[in-house]
Each structure stands twice: as structure tokens, then as C-alpha cells.
């Protein structure tokens, strides 16, 4: 009998003694008490280098541990540490192949907050054969100091091809931080590349803080392409280089290639007024053989807003008269927008009038330049200018006329020419109420193009055509997205308590599309839809998931009283589905998804409480385990539970307890923390005894 006391005794020294070891800085680092974690933190900041290394290699150990939590939160601890735990990177490359996803985030965490060290490593997981690890990498890379990783370009600008799309986006990210070293190997391989990658190329070119000549000059080069997205992408990055691309813009003016002219074009009207170095080349390029290169130049005349535009506007003048309607049209509008520059150019060197030179008569030509006495100003009647014979596509129509009739505009609006679309629906919109017949009527025609262009010219009418809403009340269930589109905006405008009969009827289609655009545009009109909401509280009872969400998000945006009502049910709703579902994840392997279970139920937070804790009594001691880590990272909201979490503390698994034991402390309450004493004291009896059958 003494014998047996005797160990044990032995046994509760040697488990208090563990004890000691278990509170210990990187046990307390990795507590799932935020109040214990923070105290370690503090402490650990007042250790010297040489105090942290026992610390750090503590943590290291408890990258392996059986718990997950523990092993999370020691990666998030050598993160925090910093350059000081650069003992970690070994192991924290080894987490880097963690078969759970968010271990292996942390410590790509952790390695970043080690700097450049770290920076072999990402390297090298660039190259692995997993796509998840070659995000991580690359994402990682990003984080650290651009100075200090100059050394990745060349992995980077390889991994912009990579079959992964995140590897790719993640690269692209990393280099844009790295400035003007990226551009020679991006210039090196760019004429290899093709696709997504050459896109992705050319806008790291425009965003990166380069000038070179040889960049802008590379850029101009590729403005000819057959490819619509790559011109609009190189179009992008010059406007980014802004009056440091001027030189190379000018010379690909030059070129023969009309598209590339086109293009240089485009650019130097996005710049506007910083491309005016320009001007001379433009005004070369009105009189190009190719419609569309003078219409573009036009264009981009029309943008610079500078003085020196002004020479430009003889050249527009003429182009006026362009056999092209198109350039004509574009020649008008450059001139409307250089009206400023024109009066200041007509005052500067038209001729004065037979008027001006009589009543100046008597003048030296130097005196009426300049005088130290001002001639008395006399009151002259100015003769009247001759009107400027306009072309047929510029001549202006009067609000209610046209020369053309509204069937034969409407016809107009299929034109495979953008202009000729333009002023159609210019037109129409100009002939107002008059239109409206023929517009009505179009709303039928067979090609959605015109019903679509339709829709929008109503809206745009005044007075509004009140006349045209049942044409757009019936497309409203269009077979066509843009033609409901225009059609809803245009009766939103028109009338807004006539659009919500409307487009609640519209809501009710089965078409999911039709009535999911339906349910949004109601949305939009707030409180004004609130007959709508009988109807989207039925259909938060649909079975279409996505519809539902939309017309709870719509019936939110009412926020009458009844809708807040379907609100919270389809909430509540939502909430149990969501539950119900994880939960049955928990049963489930591999132990990601349980563990994404568990993240996912934690989120949900008090409302998920009741579910889970019955949970807490399943057989399946996983499922049990889930529970009750759920239940622990909710904390105090879990006070429903505190009963079963009591009876959880004698269940048969160890975790199972451990986590119940600390949620019951999160609660705090009285009823709470009451049984945790007994608790303890039957941990160390299970630890004694456990120490004896191993002796």
C-alpha cells in the first residue's frame, strides 16, 4: 500500500512538472486565451536575442503538435517574432507543404515577416508542382521589401505564364512593386509571349515607374496589332507614360500602318493637352489616305485643349468638308471643342472688316496697334459673316424636325457605322414626343439591337414618353439581357409607380435571369417599391438560391417595416441551411473539410449555437471534437450550451473536454466556471494514472 502511494506521489510531481513545462512562453503563445497569448507577447518583447532562441525552438515543435489550433497559432507567434525566429525557416518550409490550406498561408506569413531571408525559399516553392504553393510563393514575394528581392524578376516574369491563373495574377502583382528593373526582361520576352501573358506583359510595362525610350518606342511597335484587347491594353500603358511617350507617338505617325496610326491616335486623345508636342503630326495625319487614321486625328485634336492646338484649325476647317462623313462629323466636334482657341486665333489674324478700316481711317498703323491714348471707341454696325456651307452630316436638326423620318432613323440604328448609329439616335431623341409612335412600335422590330437602342432613346426623350410604357413594361421579359436593361432604365425614368407593377409582374418570370434583373432594379428604387414586397417575400421562399438572395437584398433596400420582417425570416433561414450543411461536413474526411466546417460554423456565431451543441453529444467523437471547437471560438455567445458543455467535460475524448473547459471560461459566468475546478482535478488524476501505466 505504501508502495503504491509512494508512486503515486511521484506520478502528480512528475505531472506537475509537466504542468510547469505546459506554461511554459510558447505553450502560453499558443493558448487559445487571447488574454494568455498577449501576455507572452508582451514578455517576450523584454527577452533579449539570445533569450528568444529556446522560445523560437519551443514554437518550432509545436508546428507538428496534434492540435490544429495550436498549430496555427504557432505560426502566427514565430510570425509576429519576426527576423528574431529566422531559426524557423526550415520548418516553416516544411509547413509550406501542410496537407490543410490555412497552415500552409501561415507559415507563408510567417517566412514574409522574415524578409529577404526568407526569399530562397519562395523561390524555389515557385517552381513547385503545386499550384497553391506557386500563389503562396509568389504572393509572398510581394509582401517582402522590392528593394531586397530584385534577385526574383527573372522567376517572376517566367511565372507570368504559368498554367495557374492566381500564380500569374500574383506575379503580376509582386513585379509592379519592383519598379523600373522589371522592364529589360519584360522587354526581353515580350516578343515570345502571346495571349494573356503578353497582355499582362504590356500593362506592367505601362505601370511601372519607366521612361526609357526603349519602352515607350516597344509600345508605340505594337499599336498595329490585328488583336482589338491588345491595342486597347498598349493604349492603357501609354497613357500612363503621359508626355514621356509623345516622341515615340510622334514617330509612329510616320509609319505606313494605318492601324498603328489609328492607335497612336487614340493615345494621344487619351493624353490630351500633354500630347501637344503632337499637334504638327496630327494635323499631317488629317490629310492620311485611310478615313479612319484623319477621323482619329480629328479626334485627337479636338482633345488637346491647348494653344498649340490652335494652329489646328484651318486644317479642321477643311476637314469639315471631308468626303467622309465620318471624319466630317469628327472634324465638327474637334472644332466645338477648340472654340476657346478658335475665337482667340479669329481675333488674332482674321483681316478686319471694310467697317473696322473706315472707322480707323486717319490712323497710323502703329498708333492703332498701340497708343499711349486710346482712340474713343465708336459704335460700328458689324457685318454680318457668310455662313459656312456645311457637310449634309454635320447640319445641325432642330429639336421636333428632321429630314429624315423616324421609321428610316430607326432602321438607321443597325448600321454596321458607329457615326451613323450616333446620329440616328441623336435625332430621334431631338424629334422628342413626335418619335415616340414610331419608337413604340420599333420596341417589336425583330432585331435587338434596334430594341435595345430603342429602350435607351425613350428614356433619354422629353417631355417623357409616358406613351411608351407597356412597350417597355412587356420587354421587360425580353429574351435579350440589354434590351430588358435599357428597357428598365428608360421606365424608371419615364415613370416610377408605373415601373413597379411592372417589374414585380417581370419578377415573377421564370426565366432566373429575367427575374433576377427584375428584382434588382426594384431594389433600386427603395422605399418607392414597397407594394413589391408580398411578392419578393415569396420569392425568398424560392427555390432558385440566387434569386432568393436577390430579392432579400432588394427587400432590404425597402426597409418598410414588412420587408425588414422577410429579411430577418430569410436570414434565419439561410442561417439553419448553413448550419445544417456544415455540420454535415464534420462527419466528413479528408480533415480539411472538417476543419473548413468548423471555420465556417464559427463565423455563423450565436445563431449556430443550438445546432451545434447538439452536436456535442454525437457518437462520432470527430464530429464531438468539432463541436466543441466551434462552440470555443464562438466564446461567449455560446452561453446556451453551457449545460452540455458541463456534461461534455467527463466526455471520453480529450480534446472534446479541453475544449469545453475553455469555452465555459470564455463564458464566464458563475454557472459557468463553477465545475471547472472539479474538472482540473480529474485532468490531473487522468494524467497521474496515465503516467503510471506508462511507468
Given at each position: 500500500m505504501k508502495e503504491k502511494t509512494l508512486i503515486f506521489t511521484i506520478s502528480i510531481l512528475l505531472f506537475n512538472t509537466r504542468l510547469c513545462h505546459a506554461d511554459s512562453l510558447p505553450q502560453q503563445m499558443v493558448s487559445a486565451n487571447d488574454a494568455v497569448r498577449e501576455a507572452a507577447f508582451q514578455k517576450m518583447g523584454s527577452l533579449s536575442d539570445a533569450d528568444r532562441k529556446p522560445i523560437v525552438s519551443g514554437l518550432v515543435k509545436l508546428?507538428?503538435?496534434?492540435?490544429?489550433?495550436?498549430?496555427?497559432?504557432?505560426?502566427?507567434?514565430?510570425?509576429?517574432?519576426?527576423?528574431?525566429?529566422?531559426?524557423?525557416?526550415?520548418?516553416?518550409?516544411?509547413?509550406?507543404?501542410?496537407?490543410?490550406?490555412?497552415?500552409?498561408?501561415?507559415?507563408?506569413?510567417?517566412?514574409?515577416s522574415m524578409g529577404s531571408a526568407a526569399l530562397p525559399v519562395f523561390l524555389e516553392e515557385l517552381g513547385n508542382e503545386n499550384g497553391d504553393l506557386r500563389e503562396i510563393a509568389a504572393s509572398s514575394i510581394g509582401k517582402l521589401d522590392p528593394a531586397e528581392c530584385k534577385s526574383a524578376i527573372p522567376a517572376l516574369v517566367h511565372a507570368l505564364s504559368d498554367s495557374n491563373s492566381m500564380v500569374r495574377q500574383r506575379s503580376e502583382s509582386a513585379l509592379e512593386r519592383?519598379?523600373?528593373?522589371?522592364?529589360?526582361?519584360?522587354?526581353?520576352?515580350?516578343?515570345?509571349?502571346?495571349?494573356?501573358?503578353?497582355?499582362?506583359?504590356?500593362?506592367?510595362l505601362g505601370a511601372v515607374d519607366s521612361t526609357a525610350p526603349a519602352v515607350t518606342q516597344k509600345l508605340v511597335g505594337l499599336l498595329n496589332s490585328d488583336n482589338k484587347q491588345t491595342n486597347l491594353t498598349v493604349i492603357r500603358a501609354l497613357d500612363h507614360k503621359g508626355s514621356a511617350a509623345v516622341p515615340a507617338l510622334i514617330e509612329g505617325l510616320k509609319s505606313d500602318d494605318a492601324a498603328l496610326k489609328v492607335g497612336v491616335c487614340e493615345v494621344l486623345a487619351d493624353l490630351g493637352p500633354k500630347g501637344k508636342a503632337a499637334v504638327p503630326a496630327l494635323v499631317t495625319a488629317l490629310k492620311?489616305?485611310?478615313?479612319?487614321?484623319?477621323?482619329?486625328?480629328?479626334?485627337?485634336?479636338?482633345?488637346?485643349?491647348?494653344?498649340?492646338?490652335?494652329q489646328a484649325v484651318p486644317a479642321l476647317k477643311e476637314a469639315k468638308n471631308d468626303a467622309d462623313p465620318h471624319v466630317a462629323a469628327m472634324a465638327a466636334d474637334a472644332l466645338t471643342n477648340l472654340t476657346a482657341t478658335i475665337v482667340t486665333i479669329q481675333k488674332k489674324k482674321e483681316p478686319p472688316s471694310i467697317f473696322d478700316i473706315e472707322n480707323n481711317a486717319g490712323v497710323p498703323p502703329a498708333a492703332s496697334k498701340s497708343s499711349a491714348t486710346p482712340a474713343p471707341k465708336i459704335s460700328?454696325?458689324?457685318?454680318?459673316?457668310?455662313?459656312?456651307?456645311?457637310?449634309?452630316?454635320?447640319v445641325k436638326v432642330s429639336p421636333g424636325k428632321s429630314r429624315v423620318s423616324p421609321t428610316a432613323l430607326i432602321n438607321q440604328l443597325e448600321s454596321p457605322e458607329e457615326a451613323k448609329r450616333t446620329a440616328a439616335a441623336q435625332n430621334l431623341i431631338q424629334l422628342g414626343?413626335?418619335?415616340?409612335?414610331?419608337?413604340?412600335?420599333?420596341?417589336?422590330?425583330?432585331?435587338?439591337?434596334?430594341?435595345?437602342?430603342?429602350?435607351?432613346?425613350?428614356g433619354t426623350i422629353t417631355p417623357p414618353a409616358t406613351a411608351a410604357v407597356p412597350a417597355l413594361s412587356k420587354a421587360l421579359l425580353d429574351p435579350v439581357p440589354e434590351v430588358r436593361q435599357n428597357a428598365t432604365a428608360a421606365l424608371i425614368k419615364i415613370d416610377k409607380v408605373a415601373a413597379v407593377p411592372a417589374l414585380t409582374e417581370a419578377a415573377k418570370s421564370a426565366d432566373i435571369v429575367a427575374s433576377t434583373q427584375a428584382i434588382s432594379a426594384i431594389g433600386q428604387l427603395g422605399p418607392d417599391a414597397k407594394d413589391?414586397?408580398?411578392?419578393?417575400?415569396?420569392?425568398?421562399k424560392s427555390a432558385n438560391p440566387d434569386v432568393q438572395a436577390e430579392a432579400a437584398a432588394a427587400l432590404d433596400k425597402i426597409g418598410t417595416p414588412e420587408a425588414k420582417k422577410a429579411v430577418d425570416s430569410y436570414n434565419r433561414q439561410q442561417t439553419l441551411k448553413a448550419v445544417a450543411a456544415a455540420l454535415k461536413d464534420l462527419r466528413k474526411d479528408p480533415k480539411m473539410v472538417n476543419m473548413m466546417a468548423?471555420?465556417?460554423?464559427?463565423?455563423?456565431?450565436?445563431?449556430?449555437?443550438?445546432?451545434?451543441?447538439?452536436?456535442?453529444?454525437?457518437?462520432?467523437?470527430?464530429?464531438?471534437?468539432?463541436?466543441?471547437?466551434?462552440?470555443?471560438?464562438?466564446?461567449?455567445?455560446?452561453?446556451?450550451?453551457?449545460?452540455?458543455?458541463?456534461?461534455?467535460?467527463?466526455?471520453?475524448?480529450?480534446?472534446?473536454?479541453?475544449?469545453?473547459?475553455?469555452?465555459?471560461?470564455?463564458?464566464?459566468?458563475?454557472?459557468?466556471?463553477?465545475?471547472?475546478?472539479?474538472?482540473?482535478?480529474?485532468?490531473?488524476?487522468?494524467?497521474?494514472?496515465?503516467?503510471?501505466?506508462?511507468?
Open positions: 508546428i507538428n503538435d496534434s492540435d490544429i489550433d495550436r498549430r496555427e497559432r504557432a505560426l502566427e507567434a514565430i510570425g509576429k517574432i519576426g527576423q528574431a525566429a529566422k531559426a524557423a525557416i526550415p520548418a516553416l518550409r516544411n509547413a509550406l507543404n501542410d496537407d490543410l490550406p490555412y497552415i500552409r498561408t501561415h507559415a507563408a506569413e510567417a517566412l514574409a519592383m519598379g523600373p528593373d522589371v522592364a529589360p526582361p519584360l522587354l526581353e520576352n515580350l516578343d515570345t509571349a502571346s495571349g494573356d501573358t503578353k497582355l499582362t506583359m504590356i500593362r506592367l492620311d489616305p485611310q478615313a479612319d487614321v484623319r477621323a482619329q486625328s480629328a479626334v485627337a485634336l479636338g482633345k488637346m485643349g491647348s494653344q498649340e492646338a490652335a460700328t454696325i458689324q457685318k454680318p459673316k457668310p455662313k459656312t456651307k456645311l457637310h449634309p452630316a454635320l414626343v413626335k418619335a415616340v409612335p414610331a419608337l413604340i412600335q420599333g420596341m417589336d422590330n425583330a432585331n435587338p439591337v434596334i430594341r435595345s437602342s430603342i429602350g435607351s432613346i425613350l413589391a414586397v408580398p411578392v419578393l417575400t415569396e420569392i425568398t468548423v471555420a465556417a460554423l464559427s463565423k455563423l456565431g450565436a445563431p449556430a449555437v443550438p445546432q451545434v451543441a447538439l452536436a456535442l453529444k454525437d457518437p462520432n467523437p470527430v464530429v464531438r471534437q468539432g463541436a466543441a471547437k466551434v462552440l470555443n471560438r464562438i466564446g461567449k455567445d455560446s452561453a446556451p450550451a453551457v449545460p452540455t458543455l458541463i456534461e461534455a467535460l467527463d466526455d471520453s475524448d480529450a480534446t472534446v473536454r479541453h475544449e469545453s473547459a475553455e469555452t465555459l471560461e470564455k463564458i464566464g459566468t458563475p454557472a459557468a466556471t463553477k465545475p471547472l475546478g472539479t474538472y482540473r482535478m480529474k485532468e490531473k488524476f487522468r494524467d497521474a494514472m496515465h503516467a503510471m501505466h506508462l511507468s
